[in-house]
């Protein structure tokens, strides 16, 4: 009998004293090099932060990436899938996601990766729909084009869409009209306005896409409001981080 209460009382207090479930923090970084943080050698760049985090833990030395690119990677990181048995593969160099309009993303089984499915507004990929608590990020990748005088990640696109085809209809124009001054070739007026005509529908869409793809594409979201569109890089990434540190807390 005294065994069976000693044993009671064990149970009792075994019970009364047990270990909290603990919290896992994961942080995943683009464009963040091996090289980068201090603690894996780099004497140029100060990351003190990480190099705590990496004196106090364990710092692993071999380790590969499932893309290079930061779509199909989130995707292996968030299902511990390959990216195409996800369908986060792509037979053109792009593989991510660029537009705000992209209708992609992770099965509904899998956590969120992507924004929209059949329309902007139904927001069936994005985070919360996908057992996230709380979001505030850019919905989409993070290119070039969305900070001004950065460059632009469409550039060999718009070497191929724009620029050559305007090339090609400016040779032929002037062809043309050396034919038609020599008097080798009758051109009707018609050719000469549908090629001018084609030129300008040509140079429209090339400044629909720069006047529009920032306030389209480039903006932030607090769970599934819109808080700043186009998006401004004044203090991001402070901003981003006190609110992640304040989650936490």
């Keep these: 009998m005294r065994t069976l209460l000693l044993l009671l009382l064990f149970i009792y207090e075994a019970r009364s004293h047990a270990v909290s479930t603990p919290n896992f923090v994961l942080l995943m970084a683009d464009d963040l090099g091996i090289g980068d943080p201090g603690c894996y050698g780099?004497?140029?760049?100060?990351?003190?932060?990480?190099?705590?985090l990496a004196r106090g833990g364990v710092k692993l030395t071999q380790h590969l990436a499932a893309s290079p690119l930061c779509t199909p990677s989130r995707a292996a990181f968030m299902t511990g899938r390959y990216p195409i048995r996800s369908g986060m593969a792509s037979r053109s160099q792009?593989?991510?996601?660029?537009?705000?309009?992209?209708s992609g993303g992770l099965p509904h089984r899998k956590w969120h990766l992507g924004t929209s499915c059949h329309n902007r507004t139904d927001l069936c990929h994005h985070p919360l729909s996908h057992g996230f608590d709380y979001f505030h990020g850019l919905p989409v990748t993070n290119l070039r084009d969305c900070k001004p005088g950065e460059?632009?990640?469409f550039t060999r696109a718009l070497r191929l869409l724009v620029f050559l085809p305007l090339q090609v209809i400016a040779i032929t124009l002037l062809t043309l009209a050396v034919l038609r001054c020599l008097g080798l070739v009758q051109v009707p007026p018609c050719i000469f306005f549908c090629l001018f005509f084609l030129a300008a529908l040509v140079l429209g869409?090339?400044?629909?896409?720069?006047?529009y793809f920032r306030?389209?594409?480039?903006?932030?979201?607090r769970n599934r409001d819109i808080t700043q569109q186009p998006m401004s890089y004044?203090?991001?990434?402070q901003r981003l981080t006190a609110d992640a540190a304040?989650?936490?807390q």
């Design 215 to 221: 306030p389209l594409n480039c903006f932030l979201m």
């Design 42 to 52: 780099n004497k140029t760049l100060r990351t003190p932060n990480i190099d705590r």
């Design 94 to 102: 792009v593989g991510v996601f660029v537009f705000s309009a992209s």
């Design 205 to 211: 869409g090339l400044l629909c896409f720069l006047h």
């Design 151 to 153: 460059g632009s990640v």
């Design 246 to 248: 304040q989650f936490i």
């Design 234 to 237: 004044d203090n991001l990434t």
